[in-house]
């Protein structure tokens, strides 16, 4: 059973940048599709992005597409979200989460393993 610990939210002016990094362990990395998930005050957790096993294939929320890019160091056993032109909007706990299958999806539901989440806040 994978666990998984994002780091790196924080404040940052909208406009800015930020990476986020979810750090895998207990499991076989490389067996996971990987998703980032965001929940704002009072929504629903909404799907970011996601990436296949080996990082050939990703796929975006398109709020977030041309500005977040999804990727994954499977040495390393990280994912990674690079968040560019953040808007305050943007502003949400971020989660990673690991599917047992090659591919990922956009329903949170299909995601068995979760962290427990990074802020990002974005300042206007």
């Known amino acids: 059973q994978v666990q998984l610990v994002e780091s790196g939210g924080g404040l940052v002016q909208a406009g800015g940048s930020r990476r986020l990094s979810c750090a895998a362990s207990?499991?076989?990395?490389?067996?996971?599709?990987m998703g980032w998930f965001r929940q704002a005050p009072g929504k629903e957790r909404d799907f970011v992005a996601t990436?296949?096993?080996?990082?050939?294939?990703?796929y975006y929320a398109d709020s977030v597409k041309g500005r977040f890019t999804i990727s994954r160091d499977n040495a390393k056993n990280t994912l990674y979200l690079q968040m560019n032109s953040l808007k305050p909007e943007d502003t949400a706990v971020y989660y990673c989460?690991?599917?047992?299958?090659?591919?990922?999806?956009?329903?949170?539901?299909?995601?068995?393993?979760w962290g427990q989440g990074t802020q990002v806040t974005v300042s206007s």
């Open positions: 990436i296949n096993w080996s990082g050939g294939t990703t």
């Open positions: 207990g499991g076989t990395f490389s067996s996971y599709a």
């Open positions: 989460a690991a599917r047992p299958r090659s591919y990922g999806s956009s329903l949170n539901v299909e995601y068995p393993y």
